[in-house]
């Protein structure tokens, strides 16, 4: 049977600085407990942590010359094919302060380098190649300087039509424009948040997210997942959607924990699980993450320990009347 491929794309990587410091203080003088640099960036994560289930996975996108070393490191190590286009320069770096006291992560995000467009146009070449023989395309994370915010879009178009899977998670102006564009992904994730400032409305209740599920599924998305932190997921399709809840557990970083929801979601639809065992994959993948350091999963009794927790509900949905004019 032919192995069920995926690749990711990460326009903007990052070298995450991790510090624990319990109890910091902004203005103060702080005691940190530990410090660990990870390759990181949202496609970056998604590849580790499929590669730890055991997918096929192949990981692409934008990474500076100067500082690859970590990143090589980890896709040996998790037998990710390695195809990033090298740009002149080092790759940026995340800093993440971890408060393990208050379970809260501050993320200093600096500005990824400058893509040229040489280096544009090698990455469509290697997207193009690798859609011939990989099944689905998992497209993550911020566009950086020299990237317009209808990349995505034009990515989505492009390997849709070559009959693939795409998964999308992005914010912002990159968001916004994806969710304009005459071709949606298969599955979109977004938090409230994102997809709040993406259609540029309050999102005020439950009714209010599964309606605008509902808009962006009638425009070709066949699977929104809307993450709520705490108060867990939302997930709609066109015929059912499904409300996930997380268990209580001891948070060490929410760093990855979307990463992870994307990545148990790609999973799901690689073993064809309905929509409640996939919202209870994600669920537990998501919480596989936020109790560790790094993009990386823990063993598969965990996992199903953590599965086991989720609650999952299905939720009603009925399309407003709309009003005769």
Known sequence: MTPFRVATLTLNPALDLTVRADGWRKGGVNLGQSLQ????????????FLADWGLTVTAT??????????????????????????????????????????????????????????????????LDALAADHDA??????????????????????????GRFVALDTSGTALQTALTADV??????????????????????????LAAAHE????????????????GALLVTGNEAVRARPPQ???VSTVGAGDAMVSGLVSARAEGLPLAEAARRATAFSLGAITRLGAHLPPRSELDTFAAQVAVEAVEWREPMRQKT
């Not at 994730?189 to 309050?202: D, V």
């Not at 599924?217 to 705490?230: D, F, I, T, W």
């Open 184 to 209: 949606l992904p298969n599955l979109l994730k977004p938090n409230i948040h994102e997809l709040e400032a993406a259609l540029g409305r309050s999102l005020t209740s439950e009714e209010d997210v």
């Open 137 to 162: 395309f998992v497209l993550a994370g911020s566009v950086p300087p020299g990237v317009g915010a209808d990349f995505y879009a034009r990515m989505v178009s492009r390997l849709r039509g070559a």
């Open 249 to 251: 557990v001891d948070v």
């Open 37 to 48: 640099f990870d390759a990181g960036g949202k496609g970056v994560n998604v590849a580790s």
């Open 61 to 126: 996108g934008l990474l500076g010359d100067e500082n690859t070393e970590r990143f090589e490191a980890l896709f040996q190590e998790k037998g990710v094919r390695d195809e990033f286009v090298r740009v002149p320069g080092p790759t940026r770096v995340g800093v993440k302060v971890v408060d393990g006291a208050a379970q809260e992560t501050t993320d200093i995000n600096l500005p990824g380098l400058a893509a040229t467009p040489g280096a544009l146009a090698e990455l469509e070449s290697r």
């Open 216 to 231: 962006l599924l009638a425009r070709g998305a066949e699977l929104v997942a809307v993450s709520q932190g705490e108060r």
